[in-house]
């Protein structure tokens, strides 16, 4: 045996329960010369020396606790008992090993911690290697890490944080900057302190540097919690899976089934088919099997839940699954064989699901077609698969679009852009996304399947996760009709409102010149929708009862149906659990949550490429239209390039101006000057960060009423001190005025408005 060496020993007193003498080691490594026994010694003294392990009583060896005092911890899990898992933040595991196993008590008169959150804690060993931690605060924020810019300041270096709402910056001591430079991209640790006045934070993280394009999407990620890499055990077991055999599933190989999706997708999770049957259709979707592959309680369905969902950003995709599955074995690529979930469906002439059947199957893809493809195909009649595949598909989603109609769906129409990137990452442009015939109809296809599977699930008695989109609040739709009826339309009031009576408004606002504006308030007074095992219906669709199954590569809620399909309809392994039954609401909570900050991360990285595109036209006008008004100023949206900016109240015209909340509208009290929601203006730019994405403009010109449309309040009301929901702002003269923090800032530079999107 030849003589052992740290790693080993290190292994040896951390597998054994009690702590061990030199004589019980050397038996255990079975060391049988003089020399050997020696070599042993020598290496105890010098790891204890660099206390790596500590002598106790008796002689006797232990590695040292692992944890002592007090310390910083992150939440890194919340089990199947409610026990909140940790690990310590100075943790080095190459150095160390795998951290201890920590469960936080939770601290009285406070907020729980979540994951991601970090506090400071006081640790208590309870047996070898497991410590439990007494929080004795939570630190700032949701998590006590800073995102920011690191400057250089004749004092020293700062960080600048990127969210344009934060109040202050941090000091970074020159020992704490751990290799960062001016200009880097960085993620800071705020450090704990008694006073609040100057905080202070360690550099933890490098991220980028503000030169690179490519550090946009990343400062959106870190905002969110985000993580671009896997864990090794997510990765490991997705080596060595494979398609599955046919077995007991349904040969649906030799079925037309076909992918349609945009031209950049990597991922293909659905594939349909039609065919006439009686005076209807019988269709087929079949959506990438997930719930075969991603089995709970695996290191895979930990992470994916903890994502909830696949994150989209102009220039990467932050996907739920690894690439292993989400772009090979779950995509359903053209002529190779896919193990899929799909349902049979049979609609009526009036486009009604009769009946509905869930099959495990076996699928061969026959083409993958783009939305521009298709519907170049379609309307050229011409193409191999006209005939058999395309032409069917586009009746049947005829007679869908009529069951849409007559159940009143919401027709909502807020147009989508896309930004433009070359080579280096770099936003050149903006262009509108396209809406075709070929868009809609994926769209009906797969609200079909997510209608049969809520009504499968519930004739089997099983639990659902819903989606659900409550009706808005009579509040909300008494605010817009005041604002409709400015434009000679009316709303039902003081009573339940109905899709089909809000879709009314909507066909009628279509043929106006502002009807534009009409969409985007009716859309603002809707709920958000969420994810719940409690159904409400779906009020934008018109639904009683409506879940998403339909995307399990992208969204956790989807894979969550497929178990509890899998099981109810008893379709073979990974069926959802008792377990998961139970924390359901728990789950629907937490993935509605994780789609709310991806969707913010998403427009927030859009917002900074926008911002970067404009930073070299400072001092350029453009043309826009006011898309929001507040007390502190008006968010005027960039015709050209789609980018949001705030025209501060302070350089406006000098006068008192009246916001009034109902008329969305700033009101000069003595000029009559009016800025109101929806109207054209023209705008120069004064700045533009792309690190924060806030860009600062100033109305050209004065005034910015909409012509012909009159406002509903006399001024002279306001002039008698009538102010509904409004309050007084002044300006002092001098025209506009440096921020004390440029496109973060406001006029007093003590609180920083947000960008006005959530209005």
Not at 7 to 24: A, F
Not at 54 to 74: C, R
Not at 490 to 510: E, F, W
Not at 658 to 663: L, R
Request: glycine share 8%; net charge neutral; proline share 6%.
């Amino acid at each position: 045996m030849k003589t052992p060496d740290k790693k080993s020993v290190l292994q040896l007193l951390t597998d054994s329960p009690v702590p061990l003498t030199r004589r019980e080691m050397i038996e255990a490594f079975g060391l049988k010369g003089e020399d050997q026994r020696i070599l042993l010694k020598r290496l105890l003294k010098d790891m204890e020396e660099e206390h790596s392990i500590t002598k106790q009583p008796g002689q006797a060896y232990a590695i040292p606790d692992a944890l002592e005092g007090v310390g910083i911890i992150e939440v890194t899990k919340i089990d199947n008992d409610g026990d909140i898992i940790a690990f310590p933040t100075d943790w080095d595991q190459d150095a160390k090993g795998p951290p201890p196993h920590i469960i936080v008590t939770p601290a009285t008169k406070m907020p729980a911690l979540g994951i991601g959150d970090r506090a400071l804690v006081r640790f208590l060993k309870v047996d070898f290697n497991v410590y439990t931690a007494q929080v004795i605060r939570a630190l700032d924020g949701t998590s006590g890490r800073v995102l920011g810019l690191v400057v250089q300041r004749r004092s020293g270096f700062i960080l600048s944080p990127t969210d344009k709402k934060a109040k202050i910056d941090f000091d970074i001591e020159n020992n704490d900057l751990n290799g960062a430079k001016p200009g880097d991209l960085v993620i800071g640790e705020v450090q704990p302190a008694r006073s609040q006045a100057r905080k202070k934070v360690r550099i933890k993280e490098i991220i980028g540097n503000d030169r690179d394009p490519k550090s946009i999407s990343l400062i959106a990620l870190h905002e969110a919690g985000l993580r671009t890499e896997f864990p090794p055990a997510a990765i490991k077991e997705t080596k060595n899976m494979v398609v599955p055999p046919l077995g007991d599933r349904e040969d649906l190989r030799d079925i037309p089934l076909v992918t349609i999706d945009g031209a950049d997708a990597r991922d293909f999770d659905d594939a349909v088919f039609a065919e006439p049957h009686n005076d209807g259709f019988h269709l087929i979707v079949a959506i990438a099997d997930v719930s075969f592959y991603v089995r709970p309680g695996t290191a895979l369905d930990e992470e994916a839940y903890r994502r909830g969902n696949s994150t989209y950003f102009p220039d990467r995709v932050l996907p739920m699954l690894p690439e292993a599955l989400s772009n090979d074995l779950c995509s359903l690529r053209p002529n190779e064989d896919r193990a899929c979930l799909a349902v049979h469906m049979w609609i009526n002439a009036s486009g009604k699901l009769e009946r509905y059947k869930f099959v495990r199957a076996l699928m061969n893809s026959k083409m993958r077609f783009t939305y521009e493809l298709v519907q170049e195909q379609f309307d050229a009649q011409k193409g191999e698969l006209l005939e058999p595949v395309i032409k069917p598909l586009y009746a049947a989603y005829e007679l869908l679009v009529k069951a849409r109609q007559a159940r009143g769906a919401l027709e909502l129409d807020i147009p989508e852009r896309k930004i433009i990137l070359n080579d280096k990452g770099e936003m050149v442009g903006l262009k509108p996304r396209a809406r075709l015939e070929s868009h809609k109809l994926i769209e009906e296809f797969m609200v079909l399947a997510n209608v049969a599977a809520a009504q499968a699930l519930e004739a089997k008695h099983a639990p659902c996760v819903y989606r659900i989109h409550d009706r808005p609040s009579l509040q909300k739709i008494e605010n817009v009709s005041e604002f409709v009826e400015s434009f000679g339309l009316s709303m039902p009031k003081g009573q339940v409102t109905r899709s089909s009576q809000i879709n009314d408004v909507l066909i009628k606002a279509s043929t106006m010149d502002y009807g534009y504006l009409i969409h985007e308030m009716l859309l603002r007074s809707q709920m958000q929708a969420a994810y719940s095992p409690e159904n409400i219906g779906h009020f934008g669709l018109a639904l009683e009862r409506y879940a998403h199954f339909t995307s399990p590569i992208r969204r956790y809620a989807d894979l969550l149906v497929h178990r509890s399909l899998t099981r109810a309809w008893k379709l073979g392994p990974g069926g959802l659990t008792d377990e998961e039954t139970v924390r359901l609401e728990e789950m629907s909570e937490h993935i509605s949550e994780t789609e709310r900050l991806s969707a913010q991360a998403e427009r927030n990285t859009i917002d900074r490429f926008a911002a970067s595109y404009l930073s070299s036209h400072v001092g350029a006008t453009f043309a826009g239209r006011i898309s929001g008004v507040t007390s502190f100023g008006l968010f005027v949206k960039l015709t050209e390039s789609g980018a949001d900016g705030l025209v501060p109240i302070r350089s406006l015209p000098d006068d008192y101006y009246i916001h009034d909340e109902k008329q969305h509208a700033l009101i000069g009290r003595r000029n009559k000057l009016v800025y109101r929601l929806g109207a054209q203006v023209t705008v120069s730019l004064i700045e533009a960060d792309p690190v924060t994405g806030g860009c600062i403009l100033e109305i050209q010109g004065q005034g910015a009423d909409l012509p012909g449309i009159p406002l509903s309040v006399p001024l002279g009301g306001h002039e008698r001190g009538h102010r509904p929901g409004g309050s007084f702002r002044h300006r002092a003269k001098g025209g506009p005025q440096k921020d004390r923090k440029g496109p973060k800032g406001n006029d007093s530079g003590k609180k920083r408005p947000s960008k006005g999107k959530k209005r």
